[in-house]
């Protein structure tokens, strides 16, 4: 087993506490070498490399971008468990799993949960665990990554708030294999499991092992239609809103012009025009997750 700790997670409190919660993980049964990250991506490099040295299980100290970085390490390994310990800011993935909030309450899922396989979500050569965020999400997403002051769904509503009036759609297609849209895209969510941004319900029938993607696309609508799609994700009901536009499929192709601001997981990035293919890879993680 190998620990794998980002520091600057929860903005930086968790590298600021990493001494005090190491020594409570011990108490609770779960202590193992630790690694630190120095940088983004730097936890695909430290999972891949643990698993070449014969390492069977990671634990991710950290939130949703450091638990995203490190399956794709294993991913690409092709080997290993991953458990998560959510000491992040959203911790959607692990809201997904089940993976208890509580920290000696993962700790003790880290030691003693059932493995289980799940899926993963293929962009090009990246891959995503939980949630990829294309527009209006990804920008929430960074301006989520500036406030260090408070955390959870706080964060990401508050940042929500404010961009609400700035961000401008783009005229998009989107096809899948039965079906297509063309029209205005504000946001574009596509899921493995239901939430993103600490709780957001984007896609509420999603599951992280059943071999599709669930997606959501919102057409263009003003601020204050932006606003009510708003509350509307905290209750799980976007789907009801008018221009929302619901799917699940194996695959799904994004076409569009200028590039386009997305997340994995929480991890930045921009897709570049003219197509973006999003896949679902079944089965292509080991999670340690709690017992039924």
Not at 56 to 82: K, N, P, Q, Y
Not at 86 to 91: R, S
Request: hydrophobic share 45%; with cysteine.
């Amino acid at each position: 087993m190998r620990i794998i700790v980002n520091p600057a997670a929860a903005g930086g409190r968790l590298g600021r506490e990493w001494s005090a919660t190491a020594e409570r993980l011990a108490e609770w049964g779960l202590s193992a070498p630790v690694v630190f990250t120095e940088a983004p991506g730097h936890a695909t490099d430290l999972a891949a490399a643990a698993i070449a040295e014969g390492v069977g299980r990671i634990v991710v100290a950290g939130g949703d971008g450091t638990v995203c970085e490190a399956a794709e390490g294993l991913h690409r390994a092709g080997d290993g468990e991953l458990a998560i310990l959510p000491l992040g800011t959203g911790n959607d993935a692990a809201r997904s799993l089940g993976v208890p909030h509580d920290l000696e309450d993962a700790a003790r899922v880290a030691t003693g949960g059932r493995c289980r396989p799940v899926d993963l979500i293929r962009i090009g050569d990246r891959f995503a665990l939980n949630a990829i965020g294309v527009g209006l999400t990804a920008n929430i997403n960074d301006r989520a990554a500036r406030i260090k002051w408070v955390r959870g769904i706080a964060v990401y509503l508050i940042a929500a708030l404010s961009a609400l009036v700035g961000y401008g759609a783009q005229k998009v297609r989107m096809v899948t294999e039965d079906q297509t849209y063309e029209g205005t895209m504000v946001i574009l969510a596509v899921h493995g499991g239901p939430t993103t941004g600490g709780g957001f319900v984007l896609t509420p029938a999603a599951v992280l092992d059943d071999g599709l993607l669930d997606a959501c696309l919102v057409e263009e609508v003003g601020p204050l239609g932006r606003l009510a799609r708003l509350a509307a994700a905290m209750r799980g009901r976007l789907a009801t809103m008018k221009g929302t536009h619901e799917l699940q499929a194996p695959w799904l192709e994004l076409h569009f012009s200028e590039p386009l601001p997305a997340h994995l997981d929480g991890n930045s990035i921009v897709l570049e025009p003219p197509v973006a293919r999003f896949e679902v890879v079944p089965g292509a993680l080991r999670i340690v997750a709690p017992e039924e």
